[in-house]
């Protein structure tokens, strides 16, 4: 090792070092784009798609990757609510039965055409795969026949007219592509959507490309790339940079900042996900019903939106949002009122007021800690000291906390499109321990709702479930939060409020 | 010694799998209803736990993993679905070349800041350098990972704010290291790339073993130019470029070296925040994922493999001394 070698390769690590650095500077100038192209839209998404198992998940921004290749029988139109056919033409309950026709003449990436036998392969595999994590919703099919090509009867153990719910997230792969491939099937995922694979890493990029024979409207935009960026702020200085087209959870306090930058813009839309406090009716002081109503009267959620969500969310007025099937324009939420609230606890024989605690996950729910901090101030005027517990995700939901019945009062979101989604997991007994309330005539109503195939009549049903729990108040509504998007101005597209970001909605402004 | 070092090593390994299987499974949480999601019920989530083992008593269990572990199977991971073994050997080069990087970044800045800062001790410079190194060693990664992303990335576009490697860059897999393979296949667009994705993780994870390293070399070359033997180089007319780096630094290297090996640990657990932070697909991002799920087996035979490199690095550690100092057996 020579003294002078050392030296001169210093000077030469400057050089290349200085070299390296402008050369770093001008290759992204040189390719930089800023604006999405109708080549290619790259979203940079929290989350990734974490096997190409196509069941081997159950979250809803997931579900919208994967629907740009396999496709269910039926999608929701939020502006209605309601069910609208998709590789279904029609469908009609008949006591036990569903009867599915399917549109005729969709084909497969493959060449195949879509026809009844794979519908009933894909349910079967739903609900026999053991990687699948979306089995429960097909708990109670117990037969399914082909009546012809394209048209399926599924048969369920009772009446069930909430299947809908259950299937609209369901997506349907290729019978004979499975018989060709085996168990390397999922290696090529198969469907009929609007976009095919083209590759995918884990943690890595999902590339789909543009599906040419589609049967439906041909998408504006040739290939997608989901690229998981896990760190909201990498996210939006990625959108930012015009590395990445569309970002998902951008954060509140990042949207003045975003509405002012020239190139990109931010998308918002009410979420499905209604937040509300859950008191479990096992645990005291919850079982005494006067003392559920005051956690009601103490809670004011337009400040919480106003002063923590910067204005981004909308109040429930009942148990439900506007926008879900089963919905009562007749349920007002119980008005802000402490003095009422501390009443009523001396009602109850606690006129020193009630201490509990507070359950919530930060690693979860936005800003919950902060939200939680101004629910225990509004509850403390009410008379109830609340003290906050932080609790990982993990544990926070787990056997030892809400899926075990062992917290009595917790800060929770629920996504729903139908109340029945809400009222069955929530509040029927003996589904889940999430809130251990018992009420026959609630859990008559919903298993009355559950069989009942007339919209009108199920919803009456629904809406008179809804003010029992009104009345009774195992939880305290709060609100919808905006789902917040951030895209390249050029991108003319309208978030869905499921989560889903689906490209074939995009057009590019040119 | 070697053959000695490494029977020495089956308890504490022993040791380790025990400790992580039963850390992992006091830790409260459960796997299960989270991977089933909002719509789980009450009986899915218990036929689910049955399926996958997870009610059976805790001993049973650790028997099930130590039995299957020292055939090398550390089961499928809950959340993939994949076995544990390939999703480490998916996600190990790159932590490796993001370790190794961050290594060269750190040694390249950090020696020759501390030889200068010894040989002109006192001076502004010095000063100035060990300033920075305090720095260096007290800002937190996450920060200035984060930080990285802001202005480099986001306000200046000059980095890529996540990933390996730039979409649509094909690289046959021999190594897996991207800028190897890359030079392999003679692709320099792929090498651009995936330097270009290494720079800000590597800096961030750098940064700190840097500062360290800085202020080692600074105290050890004080403390080596002081001994006869420097005197005895410069009286025999030896150039002073020479005393320093083949006199000085070799002999302060074995200090380094040290510090080095016992940093590659903390190299390897800055990995994990690091790559968080940058979505950078290695094993640290994965533990972090295996954890927050309570991923159980995921999260063993991360851990164990964690274990494992620390006992490799020392090894490896041990042998450089012999290299540096010849004086040194095993």
């Given at each position: 090792?020579?003294?002078?070698?050392?030296?001169?390769?210093?000077?030469?690590?400057?050089?290349?070092?200085?070299?390296?650095?402008?050369?770093?500077?001008?290759?992204?100038?040189?390719?930089?784009?800023?604006?999405?192209?109708?080549?290619?839209?790259?979203?940079?998404?929290?989350?990734?798609?974490?096997?190409?198992?196509?069941?081997?998940?159950?979250?809803?921004?997931?579900?919208?990757?994967?629907?740009?290749?396999?496709?269910?029988?039926?999608?929701?139109?939020?502006?209605?609510?309601?069910?609208?056919?998709?590789?279904?033409?029609?469908?009609?309950?008949?006591?036990?039965?569903?009867?599915?026709?399917?549109?005729?003449?969709?084909?497969?990436?493959?060449?195949?055409?879509?026809?009844?036998?794979?519908?009933?392969?894909?349910?079967?595999?739903?609900?026999?795969?053991?990687?699948?994590?979306?089995?429960?919703?097909?708990?109670?099919?117990?037969?399914?026949?082909?009546?012809?090509?394209?048209?399926?009867?599924?048969?369920?153990?009772?009446?069930?007219?909430?299947?809908?719910?259950?299937?609209?997230?369901?997506?349907?792969?290729?019978?004979?592509?499975?018989?060709?491939?085996?168990?390397?099937?999922?290696?090529?995922?198969?469907?009929?959507?609007?976009?095919?694979?083209?590759?995918?890493?884990?943690?890595?990029?999902?590339?789909?490309?543009?599906?040419?024979?589609?049967?439906?409207?041909?998408?504006?935009?040739?290939?997608?790339?989901?690229?998981?960026?896990?760190?909201?702020?990498?996210?939006?200085?990625?959108?930012?940079?015009?590395?990445?087209?569309?970002?998902?959870?951008?954060?509140?306090?990042?949207?003045?900042?975003?509405?002012?930058?020239?190139?990109?813009?931010?998308?918002?839309?009410?979420?499905?996900?209604?937040?509300?406090?859950?008191?479990?009716?096992?645990?005291?002081?919850?079982?005494?019903?006067?003392?559920?109503?005051?956690?009601?009267?103490?809670?004011?959620?337009?400040?919480?939106?106003?002063?923590?969500?910067?204005?981004?969310?909308?109040?429930?007025?009942?148990?439900?949002?506007?926008?879900?099937?089963?919905?009562?324009?007749?349920?007002?939420?119980?008005?802000?009122?402490?003095?009422?609230?501390?009443?009523?606890?001396?009602?109850?024989?606690?006129?020193?007021?009630?201490?509990?605690?507070?359950?919530?996950?930060?690693?979860?729910?936005?800003?919950?800690?902060?939200?939680?901090?101004?629910?225990?101030?509004?509850?403390?005027?009410?008379?109830?000291?609340?003290?906050?517990?932080?609790?990982?995700?993990?544990?926070?939901?787990?056997?030892?906390?809400?899926?075990?019945?062992?917290?009595?009062?917790?800060?929770?979101?629920?996504?729903?499109?139908?109340?029945?989604?809400?009222?069955?997991?929530?509040?029927?007994?003996?589904?889940?321990?999430?809130?251990?309330?018992?009420?026959?005539?609630?859990?008559?109503?919903?298993?009355?709702?559950?069989?009942?195939?007339?919209?009108?009549?199920?919803?009456?049903?629904?809406?008179?479930?809804?003010?029992?729990?009104?009345?009774?108040?195992?939880?305290?509504?709060?609100?919808?939060?905006?789902?917040?998007?951030?895209?390249?101005?050029?991108?003319?597209?309208?978030?869905?409020?499921?989560?889903?970001?689906?490209?074939?909605?995009?057009?590019?402004?040119? | 010694?070697?053959?000695?070092?490494?029977?020495?090593?089956?308890?504490?390994?022993?040791?380790?799998?025990?400790?992580?299987?039963?850390?992992?499974?006091?830790?409260?949480?459960?796997?299960?209803?989270?991977?089933?999601?909002?719509?789980?019920?009450?009986?899915?989530?218990?036929?689910?736990?049955?399926?996958?083992?997870?009610?059976?008593?805790?001993?049973?269990?650790?028997?099930?993993?130590?039995?299957?572990?020292?055939?090398?199977?550390?089961?499928?991971?809950?959340?993939?679905?994949?076995?544990?073994?390939?999703?480490?050997?998916?996600?190990?080069?790159?932590?490796?070349?993001?370790?190794?990087?961050s290594l060269?970044v750190a040694?390249?800045i950090s020696?020759?800041?501390?030889?200068?800062?010894?040989?002109?001790?006192?001076?502004?410079?010095?000063?100035?350098?060990?300033?920075l190194a305090l720095v260096g060693v007290s800002l937190p990664n996450f920060w200035l990972g984060?930080?990285?992303?802001?202005?480099?990335?986001?306000?200046?576009?000059?980095?890529?704010?996540?990933?390996?490697?730039?979409?649509?860059?094909?690289?046959?897999?021999?190594?897996?290291?991207?800028?190897?393979?890359?030079?392999?296949?003679?692709?320099?667009?792929?090498?651009?790339?995936?330097?270009?994705?290494?720079?800000?993780?590597a800096v961030t994870l750098g940064t700190s073993l840097a500062a360290i390293v800085t202020r080692i070399?600074?105290?050890?070359?004080?403390?080596?130019?002081?001994?006869?033997?420097?005197?005895?180089?410069?009286?025999?007319?030896?150039?002073?470029?020479?005393?320093?780096?083949?006199?000085?630094?070799?002999?302060?290297?074995?200090?380094?070296?040290?510090i080095l090996?016992?940093q590659l640990g903390a190299l390897?657990n800055g990995s994990?925040i690091t790559?968080?932070?940058?979505?950078?697909?290695?094993?640290?991002?994965?533990?972090?994922?295996?954890?927050?799920?309570?991923?159980?087996?995921?999260?063993?035979?991360?851990?164990?493999?964690?274990?494992?490199?620390?006992?490799?690095?020392?090894?490896?550690?041990?042998?450089?001394?012999?290299?540096?100092?010849?004086?040194?057996?095993?």
């Amino acid at each position: 090792m020579g003294g002078q070698r050392a030296g001169v390769s210093r000077r030469e690590f400057l050089k290349r070092g200085a070299l390296g650095l402008g050369a770093l500077a001008a290759s992204p100038l040189a390719k930089m784009s800023w604006a999405a192209s109708k080549d290619r839209v790259t979203i940079l998404h929290g989350i990734g798609v974490d096997s190409l198992n196509p069941y081997a998940h159950s979250a809803s921004p997931t579900y919208g990757m994967w629907q740009h290749m396999i496709e269910p029988l039926i999608d929701v139109d939020y502006s209605k609510p309601d069910y609208i056919g998709h590789l279904a033409e029609s469908w009609e309950f008949q006591g036990r039965k569903w009867i599915f026709r399917l549109r005729k003449g969709i084909r497969f990436h493959s060449g195949d055409l879509f026809t009844s036998k794979d519908v009933i392969f894909s349910i079967n595999r739903i609900k026999n795969d053991k990687r699948s994590l979306q089995r429960d919703n097909f708990r109670d099919v117990v037969e399914m026949q082909a009546l012809d090509d394209h048209t399926v009867a599924i048969t369920t153990e009772k009446p069930n007219a909430v299947f809908l719910d259950r299937l609209h997230n369901r997506f349907f792969i290729s019978k004979a592509a499975a018989d060709k491939h085996g168990d390397q099937m999922d290696q090529q995922p198969i469907g009929t959507g609007p976009y095919r694979f083209v590759s995918w890493q884990r943690d890595g990029n999902l590339v789909m490309t543009r599906n040419e024979d589609y049967w439906g409207p041909k998408p504006d935009i040739k290939e997608v790339v989901y690229r998981k960026v896990g760190e909201e702020a990498a996210r939006v200085a990625g959108l930012v940079a015009g590395q990445g087209d569309v970002i998902n959870n951008v954060p509140v306090d990042e949207i003045p900042r975003l509405e002012r930058h020239p190139k990109v813009r931010v998308e918002k839309v009410e979420g499905l996900r209604m937040y509300f406090l859950a008191m479990n009716v096992a645990h005291k002081p919850f079982d005494n019903k006067l003392v559920r109503q005051a956690v009601n009267y103490s809670i004011d959620p337009a400040v919480i939106i106003k002063s923590i969500y910067e204005g981004n969310g909308f109040v429930l007025n009942g148990p439900l949002s506007s926008n879900v099937i089963g919905y009562d324009p007749k349920i007002k939420r119980y008005p802000f009122d402490p003095k009422k609230a501390r009443d009523l606890l001396a009602q109850a024989g606690f006129s020193n007021g009630v201490e509990v605690k507070l359950y919530f996950s930060p690693d979860r729910y936005p800003k919950a800690r902060e939200i939680c901090q101004v629910i225990a101030s509004q509850l403390a005027k009410g008379g109830i000291k609340a003290e906050l517990v932080s609790q990982e995700f993990v544990v926070f939901w787990g056997r030892s906390g809400v899926n075990g019945g062992k917290l009595p009062f917790y800060y929770v979101g629920r996504p729903a499109i139908d109340a029945d989604t809400v009222y069955d997991q929530y509040f029927r007994s003996g589904v889940t321990q999430r809130i251990g309330y018992k009420n026959p005539e609630f859990d008559r109503l919903v298993d009355e709702e559950q069989r009942t195939g007339d919209p009108k009549k199920r919803i009456a049903l629904l809406q008179q479930a809804g003010r029992i729990l009104m009345e009774d108040t195992p939880f305290a509504p709060l609100y919808t939060l905006a789902e917040v998007y951030g895209a390249a101005r050029n991108v003319v597209w309208k978030a869905r409020p499921d989560e889903k970001i689906l490209v074939s909605d995009m057009k590019i402004k040119s | 010694m070697l053959r000695r070092r490494i029977i020495g090593a089956i308890p504490v390994v022993l040791g380790i799998s025990f400790l992580v299987f039963l850390l992992m499974h006091i830790a409260p949480g459960d796997p299960v209803s989270l991977l089933l999601g909002e719509d789980a019920t009450d009986a899915e989530i218990q036929r689910t736990r049955h399926e996958w083992g997870l009610d059976q008593p805790l001993l049973v269990q650790y028997w099930e993993f130590l039995s299957h572990a020292v055939r090398g199977d550390f089961g499928k991971s809950l959340k993939f679905g994949e076995p544990v073994t390939k999703l480490v050997f998916e996600r190990l080069p790159a932590t490796a070349e993001l370790a190794f990087v961050s290594l060269l970044v750190a040694v390249l800045i950090s020696i020759p800041i501390g030889v200068y800062s010894a040989i002109k001790h006192d001076s502004l410079l010095d000063h100035a350098g060990m300033g920075l190194a305090l720095v260096g060693v007290s800002l937190p990664n996450f920060w200035l990972g984060i930080m990285l992303i802001y202005f480099l990335g986001g306000q200046l576009n000059l980095l890529p704010v996540a990933g390996r490697i730039d979409y649509g860059i094909q690289l046959e897999p021999v190594t897996r290291l991207y800028l190897v393979d890359s030079l392999i296949a003679g692709n320099f667009t792929a090498f651009w790339s995936a330097l270009r994705h290494l720079l800000m993780p590597a800096v961030t994870l750098g940064t700190s073993l840097a500062a360290i390293v800085t202020r080692i070399t600074r105290s050890s070359i004080l403390e080596v130019m002081r001994q006869d033997f420097i005197t005895t180089a410069r009286a025999k007319g030896l150039g002073e470029t020479a005393v320093v780096w083949r006199h000085m630094l070799r002999n302060a290297m074995i200090t380094i070296i040290t510090i080095l090996g016992l940093q590659l640990g903390a190299l390897l657990n800055g990995s994990v925040i690091t790559e968080t932070v940058f979505s950078f697909p290695g094993i640290g991002d994965l533990l972090i994922q295996a954890i927050s799920l309570r991923d159980y087996r995921l999260a063993q035979g991360l851990i164990f493999f964690f274990a494992m490199m620390y006992f490799v690095v020392n090894l490896l550690v041990d042998l450089l001394y012999m290299l540096v100092d010849p004086r040194i057996k095993l």
